[in-house]
């Protein structure tokens, strides 16, 4: 099992907005980065260093973090949003770059 | 704008290595802004980090993997491989590897390449 613990599902209808969350203790003082995966694809890079986007990414995803959870925020969803979302915090040089265990989104 | 492509056997027998090469392509690999790493995910599961290695060689494990688990880096053919070591069928997995910018993050990543553990 990770150490990053993230919901298997969240489901929101079209035009809602969908917050998926990454715990751990003190993941508030990591820094905290996202991927999209779709289906027969390689993940997509999302959200870095807690909250910033990479160029091409919609200002609908965003990021944010505090003591014990990161959250990932995708607003206004749309049909195309539908994926598998995880969360990844890179601790230290002797431990391991650790995923969250992803989340299914469904858009409704 | 990296490109990374993955190489190798689709199919591994059981107790074998499992070995897979990926080029980098559209940019330096001896960058210092970039480690190297090898990510990989079982049929309907998530992800799971194998290691990464530096531009200078220097290498970094899941523990959990460590004891069978070799990468290495080729500047000269803008290449770094895998090698898994006694491999079983809970090894069957795609296999991506990412340009790992300053072993914080992953933000070029292959298209991925599956490998079956099977006799």
């Known amino acids: 099992s990770s150490v990053l613990t993230q919901p298997p599902s969240v489901s929101v209808a079209p035009g809602e907005t969908a917050n998926i969350s990454c715990g751990a203790n003190?993941?508030?003082?990591?820094?905290v980065h996202w991927y999209q995966q779709k289906p027969g694809q390689a993940p997509v890079l999302l959200i870095y260093?807690?909250?910033d986007r990479p160029s091409g990414i919609p200002e609908r995803f965003s990021g944010s973090a505090s003591r014990n959870t990161a959250t990932l925020t995708i607003s206004r969803v749309e049909a195309g949003d539908e994926a598998d979302y995880y969360c990844?915090?890179?601790?230290?040089?002797?431990?391991?770059?650790?995923f969250g265990g992803g989340t299914k989104l469904t858009v409704l | 704008q990296l490109l990374l492509q993955e190489s190798g056997p689709g199919q591994v027998k059981p107790s074998g290595t499992l070995s897979l090469s990926c080029t980098v392509s559209?940019?330096?690999?001896?960058?210092?802004?970039?480690?190297w790493g090898w990510i990989r995910q079982p049929p309907g599961k998530g992800l799971e980090w194998i290691g990464s290695?530096?531009?200078?060689?220097?290498?970094f494990y899941n523990p959990s993997l460590k004891s069978r688990v070799t990468i290495s880096i080729h500047p000269s053919k803008s290449q770094f491989s895998l090698q898994l070591s006694s491999v079983t069928a809970a090894d069957t997995a795609v296999y991506f590897c990412?340009?790992?910018?300053?072993?914080?993050?992953?933000?070029?990543w292959g298209q991925g390449n599956l490998v079956t553990v099977s006799s």
């Open positions: 990412a340009g790992d910018f300053r072993h914080h993050f992953f933000d070029y």
């Open positions: 559209g940019g330096s690999i001896t960058s210092s802004n970039y480690h």
């Open positions: 290695i530096s531009y200078l060689g220097t290498t």
């Open positions: 003190d993941i508030g003082s990591k820094s």
């Open positions: 260093y807690d909250s």
């Open positions: 990844q915090v890179w601790y230290s040089s002797s431990d391991p770059e650790v």
